[in-house]
């Protein structure tokens, strides 16, 4: 039973982490192609200033920008702040917290596991045990 809750952490984890990086790359993409459309910057151009906008780096604003890339500059300030920050702060807690390497330990045993052929598991192999199995 507590393998099976442990099964359903682990999905439940990589889950959050799939939605995180999805939201991610939706506020880059929407920034992008929106800063593409409305000012007419090239895609890396629109690309860059989105990665700008939501790593806080701030960069100047260009001059003659319109009024509608503000607003979708103000979106992406707002959405893609909060986003990317929540999905750094998350994945920072896996990995201080220790549950990437637990993740990736138990991987490797289940791998090690999954690749062994003939094997006999011997339960309650104590001190009388070990005689009979050596």
């Not at 007419?40 to 690309?47: D, T």
């Not at 003659?64 to 998350?90: F, H």
């Amino acid at each position: 039973m507590a393998h099976r809750k442990l099964v359903e952490f682990e999905k439940m984890r990589v889950q959050r982490m799939l939605i995180l990086l999805v939201l991610v790359s939706f506020v880059i993409g929407f920034g992008t192609f929106a800063l593409h459309y409305t000012e007419g910057w090239s895609l890396f151009e629109a690309f860059f200033f989105t990665l700008i906008t939501v790593s806080t780096v701030g960069y100047s604003i260009p001059d003659e920008i319109s009024t509608t890339s503000k607003v979708v500059i103000s979106l992406l300030i707002a959405s893609g702040i909060s986003i990317v920050l929540y999905a750094l702060t998350s994945l920072t807690s896996l990995v201080v917290e220790g549950h990437f390497q637990d993740y990736v330990r138990k991987r490797r045993i289940k791998r090690m596991i999954d690749n062994m052929k003939d094997h006999i598991i011997v339960v309650g192999a104590g001190r009388t045990g070990r005689h009979t199995v050596f």
